[in-house]
């Protein structure tokens, strides 16, 4: 297993506390909520048909780019 990245992020202050909040309502760290919050997107956008249709655009392009 890849050792974690640390990122850094910025929230206006409402998205702060309803963050803390739902933390703090389900007894979990902010940061395990957050990864929570991305795996969810992550597996959502992978599973939309036009997010698969943009991605294939873009590796063909980059494909291009590089010469294959």
Partial sequence: MK???AMT???SEEQADALET????ENQPVS???RAAIAEHVVRR???PHFQSSLRD???RAERLLGK
């Fill in 9 to 11: 992020i910025r929230l």
């Fill in 3 to 5: 050792p974690a990245k």
């Fill in 58 to 60: 873009r590796i063909r």
């Fill in 22 to 25: 739902v933390a703090t309502v």
């Fill in 46 to 48: 992978s599973q939309d």
């Fill in 32 to 34: 395990e909520v957050i």
